[in-house]
Nanobody, 125 residues
């Protein structure tokens, strides 16, 4: 069973940058596809970005393309989400998920079998 722990959320202002981290343990990290999702109050979990184990296949949702960047460090069992130019519609709880499948565009959250507890991002002026 893979355990995931997200960190890096906080209170930011519009236009700020933020880097979220996801630490993975308990599994074979290099065989996993990872994804970042976010969920606002009363909303469904929304796909943000995904990356395959080779760092070759990466997809982003249209709402974050050009502002967010997903990376992974297979040597440290870490996955990151760099958020630039954060906007008022970005605040959510951000979740890291692990999948044994391929990285695909707009995957359903059900493709990811393991999740962390989430990290909260709040945007305030």
């Amino acid at each position: 069973q893979v355990q995931l722990v997200e960190s890096g959320g906080g209170l930011v202002r519009p236009g700020d940058s933020l880097r979220l981290s996801c630490a993975a343990s308990g599994g074979t990290f290099t065989t996993l596809t990872f994804g970042w999702f976010r969920q606002g109050p009363g909303k469904e979990r929304e796909f943000v970005a995904t990356i395959d184990w080779q760092n070759r296949t990466i997809f982003y949702s249209d709402s974050v393309k050009g502002r967010f960047s997903i990376t992974r460090d297979n040597g440290k069992n870490m996955v990151y989400l760099q958020i630039n130019n954060i906007q008022f519609n970005d605040p959510s709880v951000y979740y890291c998920g692990a999948s044994w499948g391929m990285a695909i565009m707009n995957p359903p959250s059900g493709n990811y079998r393991c999740w962390g507890q989430g990290t909260l991002v709040i945007v305030t002026s």
